[in-house]
């Protein structure tokens, strides 16, 4: 039964929903949805779900906190767009390390125009592991993508040819690491490959293309024998970003998360889809090299492919019964 949602200041218990599903339609790796809320009459708390970190490829949980800094951006975003101003704080409290945020919706205030279009964008943006049609994306739409990456303190660098290529190579030499581990395949095909029913997991209907036989980029291939991926990847260079922050404590990863869901929104608003190839962020000694491909001061945090694909369906999620953690009063 899902738990009785109270009002949160401003917010009534129907917008107080609808904040927290628009939460749950962040991106997450392997769609575990490690994420838990709870709703309280001061504000929202956001919670990391260790119970479904994925102890192979992400060992440290850098990829939760990724998921949830995006799940944190569209509760932010959610409230904004309802009004109200979401006073955030992160890692509030030492001795609650799965304790990622706490969100206090203040005074009404007219809402941003912008964050508006972000938060429309929620349930639209989908990862699309389609091919991209090759269409140059312009330069202010990138000096955009840049900008939402540094409103939430994050990097996303310029790369040139050469470094693109070495990207490349470094995507492929980090796939088959993980693809001649067996652990890393054990824990892949548990999550993935999920038929219609499932509501985590990635299903198999969200595979996308095989790569290109010349070497494009490479995706991770979400297909099984009952449901194959469909067609060649044969693209033109698609735009490849990475993310990156100035340092890798969980807060860096936190705010990382939310700078990657501002660019994915960003994206979604200017008609690009977009994907993750996130083998050489995953594959420690790959994204050391990758560091320093980057020139040594910034942490990779996740690269994505941005472009135009074909449409997409869904991917499922958990209901708010298994998100929603019983109310607890929440102090100071
Ligand atoms: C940190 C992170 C890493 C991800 N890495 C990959 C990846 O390497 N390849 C991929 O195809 N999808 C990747 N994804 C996308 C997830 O599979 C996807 O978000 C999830 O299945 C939910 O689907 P949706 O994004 O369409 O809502 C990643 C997502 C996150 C947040």
Redesign the pocket.
């Known amino acids: 039964m899902t738990p009785a949602i109270t009002p949160i200041g401003l917010l009534d218990s129907d917008q107080v929903k609808s904040v927290i599903s628009a939460a749950t339609?962040a991106?997450?790796?392997?769609?575990t949805q490690p994420w838990r809320f709870r709703c309280t009459p001061a504000g929202f708390e956001l919670h990391a779900d260790p119970e479904r970190g994925l102890p192979v490829v992400d060992a440290d949980q850098r990829?939760l906190l990724?998921?949830c800094g995006?799940a944190l951006f569209n509760l932010r975003t959610a409230i904004h767009a309802l009004g109200a101003h979401p006073a955030t704080t992160l890692l509030p409290r030492r001795d609650e390390p799965t304790l990622l945020a706490v969100v206090r919706p203040f005074a009404a205030r007219r809402p941003d125009p912008r964050l508006v279009g972000l938060a429309d964008a929620i349930p639209r943006?989908?990862?699309n592991?389609t091919p991209f049609e090759t269409a140059t994306i312009p330069a202010s739409v990138v000096a955009e993508l840049r900008h939402a990456a540094e409103i939430e303190q994050a990097w996303l660098p310029r790369l040139d040819a050469h470094q693109l290529e070495l990207l490349r190579e470094l995507v492929l030499k980090s796939h088959q690491a993980q693809l001649s581990n067996p652990e890393f395949l054990a824990e892949w095909r548990y999550w993935t490959g999920r038929d219609r029913r499932s509501r985590d997991g990635?299903p198999e209907y969200?595979a996308?293309a095989m790569p290109a036989d010349d070497g494009g980029w490479i995706?991770?291939d979400?297909g099984t024998r009952r449901s194959p991926r469909r067609g060649r990847i044969d693209e033109d260079d698609p735009l490849v970003v990475v993310i990156g922050s100035f340092g890798d404590t969980r807060l860096d990863r936190l705010r990382a998360g939310q700078a990657?869901q501002r660019v994915l929104l960003t994206a979604t608003v200017a008609g690009l889809d977009a994907?993750?190839?996130?083998?050489p962020v995953e594959v420690s000694d790959v994204r050391g090299e990758l560091r320093t491909l980057l020139g040594g001061g910034l942490w990779p945090q996740?690269v994505l492919r941005l472009g135009h694909g074909r449409p997409v369906p869904?991917?499922p999620r958990r209901s708010l019964d298994d998100v929603l953690l019983d109310e607890e009063p929440m102090s100071a």
């Not at 991106?27 to 769609?31: E, I």
């Not at 994907?275 to 083998?279: A, D, E, L, P, T």
């Open positions: 339609l991106p997450s790796t392997h769609n990829e990724l998921s995006a943006r989908h990862t592991r990635v969200a996308g995706l991770r979400f990657m994907s993750f190839i996130s083998q996740i869904w991917t």
